[in-house]
Structure formats: structure tokens, C-alpha cells
């Protein structure tokens, strides 16, 4: 297995006789930008909870380079370098912009370091060129009470970036987003992805249109089509279970 490739391999999950993911079999490069959309309930959120390790599969299996996922728990799968960004930000709003990334720098390594708020030259170097990333340089001193919707997802994904994720997972970033917002958030996951992997779940056609990469369709926890997002607007079966049947 490549080191940094995630696979899905013949995975289903099944909740009370009702298959949510029907094996399901899907590769994702070290450094690819990867969008999964789908109808609702085509199993989109299942699929992330799976890779996380927040759900188990009823069947198949779930390989991060040499590491097996399939039984593996949520820290563990955490400690290996796979981020989740839920819908919902979480940022810190009594926190400046800095201080929410300095946070996210000390805290998931040692809880107790704090409460030594001495930053390394090295760190400060690295939340700086983080700010820079997601384009909230002029924003540092902020607290992110203020922040716009958009902002705040951008910091989100800079407090994530913080653990150096190899893989890092994102749930609908552009919900509730100005044109404008959605389309720096395209540009944003573009030049996060390379240096890691990055699957987006999104509803949004325009977006996914943006990010400019691979599509992947999702229907009844099965792939459906994939390939770009002209490829697969073009599909027949993609048009079916859009426009209905
Ligand atoms: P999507 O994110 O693509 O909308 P989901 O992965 O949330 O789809 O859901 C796939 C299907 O599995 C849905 O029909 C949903 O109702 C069902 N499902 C998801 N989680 C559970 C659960 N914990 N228990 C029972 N059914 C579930």
C-alpha cells in the first residue's frame, strides 16, 4: 500500500437492515483534491464517519498507507494525520485569530503547555505563514467573535492545518457562504491540497466546479460515476438521480 493513499475497499454499513454504505470502493491519492457529492442520504456522511473510525463498517475495509483502519478507534485514527471539519466551525470566540491557531499548535499535544504561554519563534513562524494560507493575515489581532461566516470557516480549517493533517476531510465548507466567501474557500482547499489530501463533501455544484479536481458521485452508499465535474453532469445515470426518475 503507497504511504498517505486512503482505500475503501468492498465497504457497507448497515444500521438496522438498512444499508447506508453498500460497498463501497474508493481510492484518494496522497495529495489529491477530491469533491464527493450525491443526493441526500446517498451515504456521503457515512463515508466520513467510516474513514474517521466515528462509525465501523459492517463489512470491507479501510487502509491508510500500511495502517488498517477498518477496527482502528477515533484518537488513534486522529493521531495518524486524519483531520475532520464538520459543517459547524468551532473556533474560540473569546480568542484573536492568533491565538486560536496558537492554540490549536500547543493544545492537541500537550493540554498542560497552556498554561506556559511562552510561543517559539518556530511556532509563531508557523502560525504566521498558516495565516497567510488562509488569507486572515490582516485579521490576526481579530477575536473571532467578529469574524464573518466565511472567516471563521477559514480559521477552522487553519486550526486544522495547525496538526499538519495528511488527510483532511471537510463537511459542506461553503454553506451559508457569499460568492465571494465560496470563492476564496475554492482557492483556499486548492492550495491546501498537494501537500495533503483533501476530500470535500459539498453540495454545491458551482464550488465543486471551482475546486476544479476529480468528482466522485455517491448514490445508495455505492459509487455512482466519477470523474470531472463535466464528465459527470454529462453522466446519464448522474442526471437520473438528480433530476429525478
Ligand atoms: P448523506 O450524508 O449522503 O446525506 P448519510 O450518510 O447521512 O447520507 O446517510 C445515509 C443513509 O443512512 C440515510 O438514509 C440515513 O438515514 C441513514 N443513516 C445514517 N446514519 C444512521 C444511523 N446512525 N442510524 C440509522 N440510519 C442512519
Not at 29 to 57: F, Q, S, V, Y
Not at 77 to 86: D, S, V
Not at 119 to 139: K, M, Q, S, V, Y
Amino acid at each position: 500500500m503507497k504511504a498517505g493513499t486512503l482505500y475503501l475497499d468492498g465497504v457497507s454499513v448497515v444500521f438496522d437492515g438498512f444499508r447506508a454504505l453498500n460497498s463501497l470502493s474508493l481510492v484518494i491519492e496522497p495529495g489529491e483534491l477530491r469533491a464527493i457529492i450525491g443526493p441526500n442520504g446517498a451515504g456521503k456522511t457515512t463515508m466520513m464517519d467510516i474513514i474517521t473510525g466515528k462509525t465501523r463498517p459492517t463489512a470491507g475495509t479501510v487502509q491508510f498507507g500500511d495502517h488498517d483502519l477498518t477496527r482502528m478507534d477515533e484518537a488513534a485514527i486522529a493521531e495518524l494525520g486524519i483531520g475532520r471539519k464538520f459543517q459547524k466551525p468551532t473556533v474560540f470566540d473569546a480568542l484573536t485569530v492568533f491565538e486560536n491557531l496558537e492554540l490549536a499548535l500547543k493544545a492537541p499535544r500537550d493540554p498542560w503547555s497552556c498554561l506556559r504561554w511562552v510561543l517559539p519563534p518556530a511556532a509563531r513562524r508557523r502560525i504566521e505563514a498558516t495565516l497567510a494560507e488562509i488569507g486572515l493575515a490582516d485579521r490576526a489581532g481579530a477575536r473571532a467573535a467578529i469574524l464573518s461566516h466565511g472567516q471563521r470557516q477559514w480559521l477552522e480549517i487553519g486550526m486544522l492545518l495547525m496538526q499538519e493533517p495528511q488527510l483532511l476531510l471537510v463537511d459542506e465548507p461553503v454553506a451559508g457562504m457569499t460568492d465571494q466567501e465560496t470563492e476564496h474557500t475554492a482557492a483556499l482547499l486548492r492550495r491546501i491540497a498537494g501537500q495533503r489530501s483533501v476530500v470535500v463533501v459539498e453540495h454545491d455544484l458551482e464550488f465543486v466546479r471551482a475546486l476544479g479536481e476529480k468528482v466522485t458521485v455517491l448514490c445508495e452508499g455505492a459509487v455512482l460515476s466519477e470523474g470531472s465535474i463535466d464528465r459527470v453532469q454529462n453522466d446519464p445515470r448522474v442526471i437520473e438521480v438528480y433530476l429525478g426518475r
